[in-house]
Nanobody, 112 residues
Framework: QVQLVESGGGLVQPGGSLRLSCVAS????????MTWVRQAPGKGLEWVSS????????RYADSVKGRFTVSRDNAKNTLYLQMNNLKPEDTAVYYC?????RGQGTQVTVSS
């Protein structure tokens, strides 16, 4: 069945780094644009980054531009989000999604 499974979240100090992964199954991963969104406590979903299927060109929210890098490995059916210089306001549950499904999320907590 169609599935997206995120991993790589955790607790990190401000200024630290994490790399999130999202493994896709049940559909032709290479054909679809993929997106990272996040939801902070008590807030709505926020778009973080997208990467298209044709040329893997990325787009970023202003809040993460210059700190986060999205990438994909179509041979491994995997989407990544490299997060550097993390800030407390990056604390959220991070989800990968496409046009028809979303993963269960992975918690990122940035705190000293």
């Amino acid at each position: 069945q169609v599935q997206l499974v995120e991993s790589g979240g955790g607790l990190v100090q401000p200024g630290g780094s994490l790399r999130l992964s999202c493994v896709a199954s049940g559909f032709t991963f290479s054909m679809y644009a993929m997106t990272w969104v996040r939801q902070a406590p008590g807030k709505g979903l926020e778009w973080v980054s997208s990467i298209n299927s044709e040329d893997s060109s990325p787009r970023y929210a202003d809040s993460v531009k210059g700190r986060f890098t999205v990438s994909r490995d179509n041979a491994k059916n995997t989407l990544y989000l490299q997060m550097n210089n993390l800030k407390p306001e990056d604390t959220a549950v991070y989800y990968c999604r496409n046009s028809f499904t979303r993963g269960q999320g992975t918690q990122v907590t940035v705190s000293s």
